[in-house]
């Protein structure tokens, strides 16, 4: 088989692989209130459940970075995503409260090393590529999303339970998973032995990384917002009725899938400096927007513009950090992974709380701020040599292709 044909299929498998955990995510986030009734889960006891859902997912995300000293990336992934799958299909097969708890810290636990282990494989296989295709691999994922949601929606409104709506989904994407981490392509198939993803980020390194983890949790503070709070912010701020009020979150999952189909075109032809740059300023546009809405169709405008501006930010800061690191690009993407979860676990309890005791347009106004702070780190986004100088660049040994605006690959 060619290098070619290889790397091809390595790319179709983890395009499926992010594809699939879509789904699998959605199929669990857009039933948490089934899940709360089924198990008896009270208000109180609720955020813990979920908050633990993120933490045990950056505690393997850690765990992940030391694992792939020992075993490739693909090896982690081939086990992760079905044990992801299976403890989807636990949290609904289960009866009593226990049984809930240990299947979504399974699944936390999982999500960790999927996570991890899927964008190191995207950031070293977009890296053999010489062009951006990192943003392709996050548009199947947004794609799995919203098949995932439609699936969950269609569950409950047939008051399907919970073990039977995420059957079907499980049965069909297990073997598949299966079958398609046959082909994952490794970094050291292709670029040199395993010994170079070891090196470590050295001194220093994690303070070059810090700006890109910083970006990563200030992105997500801002999805989370939409995520949680956008159903209710059109309906007891803009007065829209219940049904609109679900609207918003699927017209943002709709333009992040059509951002990131295009955002790769995008980084080739102007850079991926300049698509952050204008991905920020559209997403903090959005949120202006949403806080200054005199009504339910200008604050789904608003919401537009945040799935058109923020979709292009994480795939980038997973890029930039394995050119920032390119001979520790998965030590690299491991610690940045685990700030997904920061901002997930900052976000909707910040939003909330400021809502609370001030307005919850104000509180919009709160993510707009830190999505604003990526414009500061843009350069972050660039090629080395654009940051630390070619001579630097030259003694470092990186010999990686700036990917931000092409270059010779399949």
Known sequence: MTDDVRLRRGRGALGFSFFVQGVTFALLVTRIP?????????????????????VLAGVASVG????????????????AQPLVLLSLLGVGAGEQLWHVAVALGAFGLSVGALDASMNMLGVSLQRAYGRSIMLGFHAAYSLGGILGASAAWYGAHAHLGLFVSYLPAVAVLLPLVLLGSRYYVDREDRTGPVGETEKGLGGGGFRLLL??????????????????????????????SEQTATVPYN????????GRAV??????????????????LLAACGFAVVAAAPGVWVGMLGFTLLGI??????????AAAGRLFP????????????????????????????????????????????????????????????RYGV??????????????????GV
């Not at 955002?263 to 920020?280: M, P, Q, Y």
């Open 309 to 318: 501006g923020l979709c292009v930010i994480v795939p980038q800061t997973f």
């Open 64 to 79: 992940t970075e030391h694992l792939v000293k020992r075993v490739a990336p693909s090896v982690v992934l081939r086990w």
């Open 263 to 280: 955002g790769d075109l995008g980084v080739r032809r102007f850079g991926a400096v300049a698509v952050v740059r204008a991905g920020t």
């Open 211 to 240: 700006p890109l983890c910083l970006v990563m949790a200030c992105a997500y503070i801002g999805d989370s917002t939409v995520a949680n709070w956008s159903a209710k912010y059109l309906q007891d701020v803009l007065g829209s």
């Open 251 to 258: 017209v943002y999952m709709v333009t992040t899938l059509v």
């Open 327 to 386: 001979g520790a690009s998965d030590t690299a993407v491991a610690r940045l992974n685990i700030f997904n979860y920061v901002g997930f676990l900052i976000g909707s309890p910040l939003v909330g709380a400021i809502g609370d005791a001030w307005s919850y347009r104000g509180a919009m106004l709160v993510p707009m701020v830190l999505v604003l702070i990526t414009l500061f780190h843009a350069r972050s986004f660039g090629p080395r040599e654009a």
């Open 391 to 408: 001579d630097h660049e030259r003694r470092a040994g990186d010999r990686a292709v700036d990917v931000g605006r092409g270059g010779n």
């Open 34 to 54: 089934a899940i709360q009734d089924r198990y008896g889960i009270s208000d109180g006891l609720l955020p813990v459940f979920l908050a633990a859902v993120p």
